[in-house]
């Protein structure tokens, strides 16, 4: 990544080493497109699932492009990224936290899942229970990300005969929290006895 990607991942609270390192981050600078399609100023992560390598979503650190995210067309991707779940899944325990976006995997760690935004597919929903035993959903608490929460809830509950899932409010971006509170959080929750 150039300097201008380490300043954006700086002034959000992020490590970029790290980040580098553990998502195999990449930034494009200004000028950059992918058929047809504009990728420029943005953080690259890879998208995996098991291992391969299936698509990847930019992520705009001058905050000034109407996407603030952007996803490999469709054409490109292996797996269509909402049929999946971003994370490592070589991480995941029986416990999930699912957030809504990578940056929101980023803050919180290689145990966490996100769904890319607060709407999600039958697909995910299936992932996320053959994935996990029990099922923590962190959501930015704007109205309708919580509505889109409790949808993901009842939903999930279809799979569960004994259900363990749970909302756990944050005030505003979970991806937005200080590291030592976020991993402070997970720890509490991945310890949690059911």
């Known amino acids: 990544m150039q300097r201008v990607h380490e300043q954006y991942l700086l002034s959000r609270g992020f490590d970029p080493d790290q980040l580098e390192y553990e998502w195999n981050l990449l930034g494009t600078g200004p ?3 992918l058929d047809g399609a504009e990728y420029k100023h943005r953080i ?15 992520r705009d650190i001058t ?3 109407r996407l603030k995210y952007k996803t490999c067309s469709k054409e490109r991707e292996v797996i269509h990224h909402k049929e999946i779940l971003y994370g490592n899944q070589e991480h995941w325990t029986k416990t999930g936290i699912i957030v809504e976006g990578i940056t929101d995997v980023w803050r919180f ?13 039958y697909y995910q929903v299936r992932a996320i229970s053959k994935a996990f035993e029990r099922v923590f959903i962190i959501y ?5 990300a919580q509505i889109q929460a409790q949808k993901l809830k009842r939903d999930l509950k279809e799979y569960y005969r004994d259900p363990q899932i749970e ?5 505003g971006d979970p991806g937005g ?8 959080l997970v720890k509490q929750l991945i ?4």
């Open 109 to 121: 760690g290689p145990t966490t899942a996100a769904t890319f935004g607060i709407e999600f597919t």
């Open 140 to 144: 930015d608490n704007e109205t309708q």
């Open 191 to 194: 310890n949690q006895q059911s």
């Open 63 to 65: 905050d000034l492009h």
């Open 167 to 171: 909302i756990i409010a944050v005030e």
């Open 31 to 33: 000028v950059s497109s």
């Open 177 to 184: 929290l200080k590291q030592t509170d976020a991993d402070y």
């Open 44 to 58: 690259i992560a890879p998208i995996e699932w098991y291992g391969n390598t299936v698509s990847f979503q930019g």
